[in-house]
């Protein structure tokens, strides 16, 4: 045999030890692309056992890399369970795109709400386990709120946030399997029962109240807007001094308002 044909059996064996050695595991960053791709793609809050099933990740692997997009704002944790962060929503642009229809059908009303109550006027989607604020107006003598800064809020203290609630089954679910909620003020409703209760009341008025549970000395209101699918989307509330408020008289505005939105939305 001839040093040439030595040298290419080498070369082969060579070749085919190399082929059946096992592909290279991903390092950390396809782990947290892994990880970011999943919970974008969720339209829920998704917990680690969920992401550990649709990436393939060991528990406390996900766990690891979760704590560095979270410091990181590119992922949140809600309850037991995580969503994109503020960073991964801003670099894609999608808060507006929450909002179902357009901006344009939807900001004259919220001015002729603001014009007819003078006090501030906020449009809600659900965002996990919160409402988050998409428009908001408001004047100079604002009302400051916990959420201010932060335009989101918990779903089950705030009247944007039970106005999704009642009218989302799903979403709702959600929710209750926590069973006791954190307490804001004095006045936040803690426990599944009182939930219940209080998000039956809207279904049935179609009017969403929070007294001061959210934040001390603010009063809101909220109703729902359906989408043409008839599903709720989001929620229109007004936010005013507790002890200004009369909340009568803004249910009905609010509930005026909501009303028109969730018609201008039927063409589209």
């Known amino acids: 045999m001839t040093d040439e044909r030595r040298t290419a059996q080498r070369a082969g064996r060579a070749e085919a030890v190399t082929d059946e050695r096992p592909?290279?595991?991903?390092?950390?960053?396809?782990?947290?692309?892994?990880?970011?791709?999943?919970?974008?793609?969720?339209?829920r809050p998704v917990t680690l056992s969920q992401l550990c099933r649709s990436t393939g990740l060991p528990k406390s692997t996900a766990h690891r890399i979760l704590g560095v997009l979270c410091g990181r704002e590119?992922?949140?944790?809600?309850?037991?369970?995580?969503?994109?962060?503020?960073?991964?929503e801003?670099?894609?642009?999608?808060?507006?795109?929450?909002?179902?229809?357009?901006r344009g059908v939807v900001l004259p009303y919220l001015?002729?709400?603001?014009?007819?109550?003078r006090h501030t006027v906020n449009l809600a989607v659900p965002s996990g386990l919160e409402a988050r604020?998409?428009?908001?107006?408001?004047?100079?003598?604002r009302?400051?709120?916990?959420?201010?800064?932060?335009?989101?809020?918990?779903?089950?203290?705030?009247?944007?946030?039970?106005?999704?609630?009642a009218f989302d089954p799903k979403l709702r679910?959600?929710?209750?399997?926590?069973?006791?909620?954190?307490?804001?003020?004095?006045?936040?409703i803690t426990n599944l029962a009182g939930l219940e209760r209080e998000l039956a009341q809207v279904r049935r008025h179609g009017v969403a109240y929070s007294q001061e549970e959210f934040t001390e000395g603010v009063a809101c209101v909220a109703a729902p807007v359906f989408g043409p699918g008839g599903r709720v989307c989001m929620s229109v509330g007004v936010a005013a001094p507790a002890h200004l408020a009369p909340l009568a008289k803004l249910g009905i505005s609010v509930r005026g308002a909501a009303q028109a939105i969730s018609a201008a939305l039927?063409?589209?």
Do not use: W
């Open 23 to 43: 592909a290279a595991q991903p390092g950390s960053l396809e782990r947290g692309i892994d990880i970011l791709l999943a919970l974008s793609a969720a339209s």
């Open 74 to 88: 590119l992922a949140r944790r809600v309850g037991n369970a995580y969503l994109p962060g503020e960073l991964l």
């Open 90 to 102: 801003s670099m894609a642009g999608i808060t507006r795109a929450r909002v179902p229809g357009t």
């Open 111 to 117: 001015l002729y709400l603001f014009e007819t109550t």
């Open 133 to 141: 604020y998409v428009e908001r107006l408001y004047g100079h003598n």
């Open 143 to 165: 009302v400051g709120s916990r959420s201010d800064g932060l335009d989101r809020a918990p779903l089950h203290c705030t009247a944007t946030g039970k106005a999704l609630l």
């Open 173 to 188: 679910q959600e929710l209750m399997a926590r069973g006791a909620f954190e307490r804001l003020t004095r006045r936040t």
């Open 266 to 268: 039927l063409p589209l």
